[in-house]
């Protein structure tokens, strides 16, 4: 019996039970026993010696267990003896026994006695049977209330415990969208800055725009004026190669030049000064002339190439927007074409500085035919040159 009688006990237990009512038996199984439905709870008389020295007994019944097959009720399990069945002497003790199907005494409780005043009892309902009425003492049914409340106040602690939980997973999400929320407004300034950059560019280009678009009016006034000046510098050359020959046709030249070669060299040496001092003075005006129409198309070109060359360095620094630099190269192609050539030979002036520019006009600068204006390049050798002359006299 000592090595069993700690595995059950019994709870709640009063001090004095009524006499003549029936009274509840609670007990908790305290270290694992094999339990059956041949167990069974008796009252003894204090001083019993062996099992079968019981006053009454009734089957224990298999106490209730949770989910995870322990007691978590504060009861594992309850009996009731009928008032019929219990003791009528007031004057000992008794204690209830729970004793195993091998009849071994698996708990034993404190000692009570019957016959407690009335005044001290009251009447419950049993809660396992609402039809039956139980008798209990106040100081229990206040122990009662107060095991209630402790498990109410255990429940209310952990629903606290998960409301502050669930608090700080809000103040934990509400953080994050705060956080959130303050990167969306800095990402809206942003957009918003972006959008005004975007705005003043916008502007900026527009105005880049209509100055290309002015310059562009301008350049083709340029070209206008250049063409102009060409026409009239072919005009004036024209009329330089066909005012000599008139002056030598209405002088005589060509008869005076005829008797030259074909007159010995003594004879009609008068006609022949004569003839002479015409054609020098035609050269002379015709050089004078020429040297005139050198330094007006040397000046003219010059000036031209220079302000292309403005129009298209600030058209193309300026303006980001014209695409790309292929594109943009074949957009000036043309525009430059009319402007680089030389309106003598035709030569491109681009990439060619203006000594060099100056010094090719005046390479145009050469010896002229006084008969048929011909021009011939500084440097011509001047035996071609009368032989060139001569061509015509013969």
């Known amino acids: 019996m000592t090595d069993t009688i700690h595995q059950v006990s019994f709870v709640d237990v009063n001090e004095s039970y009524p006499l003549g009512s029936s009274i509840q038996c609670r007990y908790i199984i305290k270290e694992p026993i094999t339990l059956s439905n041949k167990d069974w709870i008796g009252i003894y008389r204090v001083g019993w010696r062996s099992y079968d ?27 009731t003896f009928p008032a019929d069945s219990l003791p009528k002497d007031s004057k000992d003790f008794y204690q209830f026994c729970y004793v195993s199907s091998a009849n071994e005494i698996c708990g034993v409780s404190t000692p009570f006695q019957f016959g407690t005043s009335v005044d001290e009892l009251v009447e419950v309902q049993d809660p396992d049977d609402p039809t039956t009425l139980v008798i209990k003492t106040r100081s229990h049914i206040l122990e009662e209330q107060v095991t209630a409340l402790k498990k109410e106040r255990i429940e209310l602690q952990k629903e606290t415990h998960l409301l502050h939980l669930e608090l700080d997973a809000e103040r934990k999400s509400k953080g994050q969208l705060m956080t959130q929320l303050q990167e969306l407004s800095e990402q809206q300034d942003q957009l918003e800055q972006e959008r005004n950059s975007n705005r003043i560019l916008n502007e900026q280009i527009k105005e880049l725009q209509d100055t290309l ?41 060509n008869n005076i030049s005829l008797r030259i070669s074909n007159t010995d060299e003594g004879d009609d040496k008068e006609a022949a000064a ?39 360095s600030e058209d193309f620094e300026t303006d980001p927007t014209q695409g790309t630099e292929s594109q943009r190269s074949v957009a000036t192609n043309k525009e430059e074409q009319s402007l680089r050539l030389c309106p003598v030979c035709d030569v491109d002036f681009f990439d060619i500085s203006e000594q060099d520019i100056a010094t090719h006009v005046d390479g145009h600068n050469g010896p002229v035919c006084p008969i048929c204006y011909m021009q011939f390049d500084k440097g011509y050798e001047e035996s071609k040159v009368a032989a060139h002359v001569n061509s015509h006299l013969e």
């Not at 322990?70 to 309850?78: E, F, K, P, S, T």
């Not at 003839?275 to 004078?288: K, R």
């Open 53 to 79: 020295n019981y006053e009454t007994y009734t089957w224990a019944h298999l106490p209730v267990r949770g989910s995870d097959g322990v007691g978590v009720m504060d009861h594992d399990g309850i009996v």
């Open 213 to 253: 678009q002015a310059e562009r009016k301008s350049n083709e006034q340029l070209h206008q004026q250049i063409r102009g000046m060409r026409d009239e510098l072919m005009t004036e050359r024209k009329a330089l190669q066909d005012s000599p020959r008139q002056q030598l046709e209405d002088s005589g030249i």
């Open 274 to 312: 004569a003839a002479l001092s015409v054609s020098a003075s035609a050269e002379d005006d015709n050089e004078a002339r020429q040297l005139s129409f050198t330094e007006r198309i040397t000046g003219s070109v010059l000036n031209q190439l220079k302000k292309a060359s403005d129009w298209f």
